[in-house]
């Protein structure tokens, strides 16, 4: 502990806080004037965004490695340490810590969009210099309001006068390699669509869309899509396994938060596609970018406002919330007004028929926003009520359920057809023709789910259907671009590994829609679930298997915690031993706060997943156990969509191209 309050250890975390002071102060420089140098033609002035993004990234990474090594040693002399960690916490938690919490979190979130702007900066060599100043200087105003917000609400190197001898831990909930990880990748999804955003407002101050810009375009929003799938993937993983509850979906107003920007994130993919190809739907692009970001930007004032109750919300301090609010008000507030005054100079120059494949995008786009907003009155509207009437309302899974699964079926839906259409014209004969075989086959699948289940509910028939004219109108159309039917299937199959990245990427993506679609209509149709009350000897059926309570274990001693942990003997209905689980209870005597562990057996088709609850006065213990089918699906899914991401991203057509960018610089301005 003593070298904690070292004097080089006290420098340090003043150094870190006089770092972010000075990334203010280049925040300051970058946001205003290259942007003064793009208006007048200066190219000096343009060309020091890029040295002011390189310093800004150096001195606030600087600092948050100060916070981040003030948490590895426990110096307790930061308030921030103190109050959230504890000198037996795990190294692995220890260093999670530095964002586990409010002040550190807004840290992470800061550094993460200088390093977006960074990396515009160093590898933007190609993009027209007036552009680039524009981008750099949108990011750093964003940069500019972030750092005030951290300096005068959220100074994470407070000193305190009298350093504990110990810390008041991290909280339980967060104490999981699930939720570790799982911030960083939402952040890198959030802040990452500023990217997106960046570019789009510096469009409108150019007045001035084409297919370079929408190649820029793409790349950035691909990542932050893919980092936002894998941070969604991973808290819902975390929910399901830590929660105790069993579900891996709970429409809570910090999951909602995530997911709106995601779906918004996916309509601008596709927008951006049709501006790239076919230089249409420029405004409705535009649009979307901004609409992506503000979605980035409420989800962050839901999570740290205090206007809202949750497992996983950061902050509960009205002056923070305010003060969000009012980044929120001017970010939002004036790029749709910028919007509303230069959006009509961004004229589109192609035209397509009612069926093509821009129409099958618009499509696409009307239904993922739509969606969105639906999600977000869903979240906001109890707010709008408590705040004029002062009742409390709840809006819960059923509201989302009803209203937001038929957009997702329509796009299910459309996704196959819609990746085979040309562009400009189309015939929707010609493009069902390659999927006779599909459609058949998903409508038989979906028919034998629901004879197989003898009637019942029909959201596994459907999801099945669903799953199958996904997953398979992918693959299809790996095969047509491949030359199928045409082809000889040799032929076909040495073109398959020809074909770009991108196109393999697309199909991926889908399929794992397709993959999601299939498991979380067959968790929820056909999942089973047993409440009881169990003596420790004692052998109960559940479902097409036998548990046994072995025995259960009081006072087990973890690294911080307590744990109360039961001992469980799976078997089949013959009595072989599948598996044995230890479900535990926890308390973490730093907090007095219980969680709750629970055992999962995972096979490909099933999760059979078990809680241990309290001791009941007629003795036995509660016990929880649920038979999930198809479960592990949900996240192989995910990860999926992330995968063809990735792939796309890859795609050297993606990497901005000298190529593209001379073809730009022959555009005149419109």
């Known amino acids: ?51 002011a993004a390189v310093v800004q990234f150096v001195l606030i990474a600087f ?65 027209r210099p007036t552009l680039k100043a524009r981008v750099l200087a949108v990011q750093a105003m964003i940069g500019v309001a972030f750092l005030a917000f951290i300096l005068f609400t959220s100074n994470p190197f407070l000193r305190t006068a009298v350093p504990p001898f110990d810390g008041q831990g991290l909280n339980p909930l967060l104490q999981d390699p699930g939720l570790a990880f799982h911030p960083p990748f939402l952040y890198l999804g959030y802040v990452g669509l500023s990217t997106s955003f960046s ?28 980092f936002l799938t894998i941070g969604i993937a991973l808290g819902s993983w975390w929910a399901y396994y830590e929660l105790g509850w ?57 999570v740290r406002s205090g206007v809202i109750t949750s497992v996983h919300a950061f902050a509960n301090d009205p002056d923070r919330g305010v003060f969000i609010l009012l980044i929120l008000a001017v970010a939002i507030g004036g790029s749709l007004t910028l919007y509303a005054a230069r959006a009509h100079v961004l004229r589109a120059r192609g035209t397509f028929a009612l069926v093509s494949r821009e129409s099958a995008l618009v499509v696409n786009n009307v239904l993922l926003i739509v969606a969105a907003f639906v999600v977000f009155i869903g979240t906001i509207w ?73 009637g019942g509910s029909l959201l596994a028939p459907i999801g099945v259907a669903l799953a199958t004219w996904v997953v398979l109108g992918a693959l299809d159309d790996l095969l047509v671009r491949a030359g199928w039917p045409r082809q000889p299937l040799g032929q076909v199959l040495r073109r398959l590994g020809r074909l770009p990245r991108g196109d393999w990427g697309r199909a991926v993506a889908h399929a794992g829609l397709g993959v999601t679609i299939f498991a979380v209509s067959t968790v929820l149709a056909w999942q089973q679930e047993d409440i009881r009350v169990v003596r420790e000897g004692e052998t ?117 191209a000298a190529g593209a960018v001379r073809k730009a610089r022959l555009v005149p301005a419109e």
Do not use: C
Request: net charge positive.
């Open 63 to 127: 600092s948050f490695a100060v916070l981040m090594r003030a948490f590895i040693l426990s110096d307790f002399s930061l308030i921030l340490v103190a109050s959230n960690s504890h000198t037996a916490k795990p190294l692995l938690y220890k260093i999670t810590g530095t964002w586990g919490n409010h002040e550190g979190s807004m840290l992470l979130w800061i550094t993460i969009l200088s390093l977006f702007g960074m990396m515009v900066a160093l590898f933007g060599r190609n993009l």
């Open 382 to 454: 109890p707010l709008v009520i408590e705040m004029t009437t002062g009742r409390k309302l709840s809006v819960g899974a059923p509201f989302f359920n009803m209203a937001f699964t038929p957009f997702m079926v329509g796009i299910a839906m459309l996704l196959p057809i819609g990746a085979l259409l040309p562009w400009k014209r189309a015939s929707i004969d010609a493009a069902i023709v390659p999927l006779r075989g599909v459609l058949a086959l998903s409508l038989a699948l979906g028919g034998l789910t629901w004879w197989l289940q003898t």
């Open 540 to 656: 109960y059926a559940f479902g097409p298997y036998q548990l046994r309570l072995e025995k259960v274990e009081e006072n087990v001693q973890g690294p911080n915690y307590t744990a109360t942990r039961g001992t469980f003997t799976l078997m089949d209905r013959e009595g072989r031993v599948l598996a044995t689980l230890q479900p535990e209870k926890r308390v973490y005597p730093v907090s007095g706060m219980p969680t709750t562990e629970a055992a999962i057996d995972s096979t490909l088709d099933r999760d059979v997943y078990v809680v241990i609850g309290d001791r009941q006065k007629e003795g036995g213990w509660s016990v929880w156990a649920y038979i999930k089918p198809f479960a592990p699906w949900l996240w192989i899914g995910g990860l999926l969509m992330a995968l063809g991401g990735l792939l796309s991203l890859s795609d050297r057509r993606l990497r901005v």
């Open 246 to 302: 069993g579900g891996f979906w709970f429409w809570d107003p910090v999951e909602n938060a995530s997911f709106m920007p995601w779906l918004v994130g996916t309509a601008l993919l596709h927008s951006a596609i049709v501006v790239e190809k076919r230089e249409v739907l420029k405004s409705w692009t535009i649009l979307l970018a901004i609409l992506a970001f503000s979605f980035s930007l409420i989800g962050t004032f839901i």
């Open 1 to 51: 502990m003593l070298e904690t309050f070292s004097a080089t250890g006290f420098g340090l975390n003043e150094l870190g806080h006089f770092a972010l002071v000075l990334a203010f102060f280049v925040a300051l420089w970058q946001a205003v004037i290259p942007l003064v140098g793009a208006s007048r033609g200066w190219y000096d002035w343009m060309a020091s965004a890029v040295p």
């Open 199 to 226: 570019f789009a407002v510096a469009a409108l101050l150019e007045g001035r869309v084409d297919a370079a810009w929408a190649r820029w375009v793409r790349p950035w929003t691909l990542m932050a899509w893919m």
